[in-house]
């Protein structure tokens, strides 16, 4: 095993069990076995090193998302792509993934409690989810850009909890007795967004389309 390859098995172990800020370069490579001036080296500083974590599982995950969606784009033709296959095509390389390398979604799930993902899914994520939301609003055109919008958000933080924080319900929730598997929770997640970007648009979302909201109302008439 090369030294770049121990110090990253190292450090995602150590962030996994302990989170980023209370894993000190110092343990790290006093852990892998190897000097500080190796850590400099290859990544610079913990930051740096933490990058490179993310990106050695991310883009290989990003990779055969966009791949499933190009042959689901191949397959639809002049067709939307429908909602589940597009869900799939995005959700199934990180069940996957997740499903191989459970402390790697414990790792993620460290980073979610210690505020740190939203600037890793800027640098990481934001190419393959901008064209997930171009896919999607082609399978929904009728939703206005607002209401697709939020969706996204609703998809993306559900998501985000699930994959980040999926064991870690609240004190008390009788779920924590079910013995769901990572998998199982992602297959729960896909089924209920499903559902939720296949339904119509809020009234309320309508309603501010409507003739009647843009100042034709049935008195003017």
């Known amino acids: 095993m090369s030294t770049k390859q121990k110090i990253l098995d190292t450090a995602e172990r150590l962030i996994a ?3 980023f800020a209370a894993t000190s370069l110092r343990q790290i490579i006093s852990e892998a076995g190897v000097n500080l001036a190796a850590v400099h080296y290859h990544f610079g500083s913990k930051e740096d090193l933490l990058d490179e ?4 599982k991310a883009e290989a995950v990003n990779q055969e998302r966009h791949h499933r969606i190009d042959r689901c784009e191949a397959e639809a033709g002049s067709q939307p792509i429908p909602v589940e296959k597009l869900l799939a095509a995005f959700f199934e ?3 996957e993934a997740g499903t191989r390398n459970p402390q790697f ?7 979610y409690g210690e505020g740190l993902i939203p600037a890793l899914i800027e640098k990481h994520f934001q190419a393959i989810l901008n064209r997930f939301v171009e896919a999607l609003h082609r399978s929904r055109p009728e939703l206005s850009e607002g209401e697709l919008l939020w969706r996204m958000q609703f998809t993306f933080g559900a998501m ?3 994959v980040c924080g999926w064991d870690a319900f609240p004190p008390g929730f009788e779920m924590r ?3 769901a598997d990572f998998r199982l929770v992602m297959r729960r997640l896909m089924t209920f967004l499903i559902a939720g970007l296949r339904a119509p648009a809020t009234s309320e979302a309508a309603e501010e389309h409507s003739p009647v909201s843009a100042g ?4 003017n008439r």
Do not use: C, F, W
């Open 17 to 19: 069990e302990q989170g």
């Open 53 to 56: 974590l993310i990106t050695r």
């Open 93 to 95: 390389p990180m069940i």
């Open 105 to 111: 979604v414990k790792l993620m799930g460290r980073l």
């Open 160 to 162: 985000s909890q699930a």
């Open 177 to 179: 007795k079910d013995p």
């Open 216 to 219: 034709h109302s049935p008195n």
